[in-house]
């Protein structure tokens, strides 16, 4: 309850006429060092709302027209004026070339690096190892396009079935159940045929009824013993790699409904010195052909 104002007996400070169960509150002053320390704060900030912007609008506040965002512009063409004595030699250079040269493969690895998981990583993986449902992995030895340097450049120069680039990986798949070519159970016989090639059919008769229908309908792209073909993008079928799934269900709704992934043509986004370093990071991540 509130009381008077008086001096404390003990240590003759005042106090502030609040009083709680007997205990009264002192009022006790501030050190003066805490109280310059925040004097010193606010005239600090209050010449720096003067020199530099304090407030939220568009444009500079301050008598320095100092804007952080031009600075960093600055900042990173200062970086960008740095590398680009490097990043001449890699952008007139080629994959191949590049990696044979100590310096410049060091410079390319590390620069893929960080273009790779600006651009690449959200469907390839922060590692390259891929994802089922149509993102291929790039560390591993089963590549759909051809995994030399040259190989590697242009399908990331160029995209995949994107429609961006003349030159852009293409291939079409036939939806052997939607467009009427084989039914059902035809369609059941191949799958499990498909299995086979991997040995992992669990049905002998239907998979000998599959292989004449693969010989028919797919030998001529995946071939005859499912080793796939680089030339026309048909992934090898005998391995236990699988961009869409390995099980038989999967399997038969790619033979049924067909797929067809989409690959950005980065030939048209990105500086061709960054398409070099990410040919020549991909080709490092485990993969890679000579």
């Known amino acids: 309850m509130p009381t008077k104002i008086e001096k404390d007996s003990l240590t003759g400070t005042d106090t502030t006429g609040h009083e709680w169960d007997g205990l009264k509150e002192l009022n006790t002053p501030l050190p003066r060092w805490w109280l310059y320390v925040m004097y010193a704060t606010i005239a600090f900030a209050a010449v720096w709302v003067v020199l530099y912007p304090a407030f939220p609008f568009q444009g500079a506040t301050g008598v320095t027209g100092w804007i952080a965002r031009e600075a960093v512009v600055g900042d990173v063409r200062a970086a960008q004026s740095r590398m680009e004595p490097m990043l001449a030699r890699i952008r007139a250079s080629d994959p191949q070339t590049i990696a044979a040269d100590p310096t410049l493969r060091a410079f390319a690895v590390a620069g893929g690096r960080t273009a790779f998981a600006n651009n690449c990583a959200g469907c390839h993986g922060a590692g390259g190892q891929g ?8 560390a591993d030895d089963d590549w759909i396009w051809g995994g030399t340097h040259d190989a590697i450049r242009h399908t990331i120069a160029n995209g995949v079935r994107a429609g961006e680039s003349d030159e852009e990986r293409t291939s079409q798949m036939p939806r052997f159940l939607a467009d009427g070519v084989l039914t059902l159970p035809q369609v059941n016989d191949t799958a499990e045929y498909v299995l086979s090639l991997s040995n992992r059919s669990q049905d002998a008769a239907a998979a000998g009824r599959g292989a004449t229908l693969y010989a028919e309908n797919c030998a001529a792209c995946h071939g005859e013993r499912g080793e796939g073909n680089r030339d026309v993008g048909a992934p090898r079928l005998s391995d236990q790699i699988w961009l869409y799934g390995a099980d038989k269900a999967s399997i038969a709704r790619s ?14 986004r990105l500086d061709p010195a960054i398409i070099n370093m990410l040919a020549v990071y991909v080709h490092a991540l485990g993969g890679g052909e000579n």
């Open 131 to 138: 994802a089922v449902g149509g993102f291929p992995s790039l």
């Open 255 to 268: 033979i049924s409904y067909a797929r067809a992934g989409v690959m950005p043509a980065w030939g048209r």
